[in-house]
């Protein structure tokens, strides 16, 4: 996949583009519905599937007092689109000076003049320009002249509601990591270097990689089940504790993740960490070895879960 950065440059030259529109925040199963329309519609006429985003997130720009976290890095968001086909990021700096564009404005100079777009595909709630006033039937009106048909995506649903970014961060606020993974279709994953702790998981015969993570949202606090990649490509089972450690007095929310099977050095290393399923909440104890007993029943249900094959889609991308 090539990674254009757009700004005020020449058309891209791109061939018969196939174009869908969004921020594309966690690629979740909506996301995917959109991309892989496009890329259907790409393939269909010899040309490329191209995604437009926008960096930074508009409310960051617009509002930033309610800007959502972002669920994704910018560059798990380009791994995953690639996952789905993708040939072409092309991304936008958002400014408040794009937000102040007619909607004729950015057609013609983005998607005409830049992409040189064929098709567009977008959700049927799509809004763009100045203060959000085109949508899908003025965008249809303006590909008509711009020489690009318009094709518009009912949502994807899920118990009734429309599969969105809120809807993970909501799950993902409440420990709710299976919900999460069936609105994003995979695991929710976040990337981590190891950093160095304070080695008390080695001294009571649990050794954790500390994780500092580089992704904006965690899970809340817990135990969980997870699979971790290790930097030689290899994924390990995993018993993950995202807290504070009450049992030491700790005070500072730290990510700890106890690898299964598993002997080594990690520190330095950068691991993927996805989550697979909440075992319990975070508990304190009444000193090490009763939280040791705790956690053998904890890899012991880790160990179950895995064993189901719960969160392999995360190995393969989606």
């Known amino acids: 996949m090539r990674l254009f950065r757009l700004g005020d440059q020449a058309p891209l030259g791109l061939r018969a583009p196939a174009v869908t529109i969004g921020n594309f925040d966690g690629v979740h199963r909506g996301h995917q519905a959109l991309v892989r329309l496009v890329v259907e519609r790409a393939r269909g006429q010899g040309g490329?599937?191209?995604?437009?985003?926008?960096?930074?997130?508009?409310?960051?720009?617009?509002?930033?007092?309610?800007?959502?976290?972002?669920?994704?890095?910018?560059?798990?968001?380009?791994?995953?689109?690639?996952?789905?086909?993708?040939?072409?990021?092309?991304?936008?700096?958002?400014?408040?000076?794009?937000?102040?564009?007619?909607?004729?404005?950015?057609?013609?100079?983005?998607?005409?003049?830049?992409?040189?777009?064929?098709?567009?595909?977008?959700?049927?709630?799509?809004?763009?320009?100045?203060?959000?006033?085109?949508?899908?039937?003025?965008?249809?009106?303006?590909?008509?002249?711009?020489?690009?048909?318009?094709?518009?995506?009912?949502?994807?649903?899920?118990?009734?509601?429309?599969?969105?970014?809120?809807?993970?961060?909501?799950?993902?606020?409440?420990?709710?990591?299976?919900?999460?993974?069936?609105?994003?279709?995979?695991?929710y994953f976040v990337d981590a270097r190891v950093g160095r702790g304070e080695g008390r998981g080695r001294t009571i015969g649990v050794p954790t990689a500390n994780l500092e993570p580089e992704n904006e949202i965690v899970p809340a606090r817990g135990v969980y089940a997870g699979r971790c990649r290790l930097p030689d490509g290899s994924w390990r089972g995993a018993v993950v504790n995202r807290g504070r450690r009450p049992t030491f007095g700790g005070v500072g929310e730290t990510l700890e993740a106890h690898l299964l099977d598993f002997e080594g050095e990690l520190v330095g290393a950068t691991l993927r960490l996805a989550f697979v399923a909440r075992l319990r909440e975070e508990r304190r104890f009444p000193g090490a070895a009763e939280l040791v007993a705790q956690i053998r029943e904890d890899i012991a249900q880790a160990q179950a879960w895995l064993s189901r094959g719960a969160g392999l889609g995360s190995e393969k991308g989606l």
Request: proline share 6%; hydrophobic share 45%; no cysteine.
């Open 48 to 187: 490329e599937a191209v995604v437009l985003s926008f960096d930074p997130h508009p409310a960051r720009v617009l509002a930033p007092e309610r800007a959502p976290a972002a669920l994704t890095t910018a560059a798990q968001k380009q791994e995953l689109l690639a996952t789905l086909g993708v040939d072409v990021l092309a991304v936008l700096p958002f400014t408040r000076e794009l937000a102040a564009q007619s909607p004729e404005t950015f057609v013609s100079g983005v998607l005409v003049s830049v992409l040189s777009a064929r098709q567009v595909v977008v959700g049927d709630s799509f809004r763009f320009g100045r203060g959000q006033s085109g949508d899908v039937a003025r965008l249809r009106e303006l590909g008509s002249r711009g020489g690009f048909s318009i094709e518009a995506l009912s949502p994807l649903l899920d118990g009734g509601q429309p599969v969105s970014s809120s809807r993970v961060r909501e799950a993902l606020a409440a420990g709710e990591v299976a919900a999460a993974e069936r609105l994003l279709g995979r695991a």
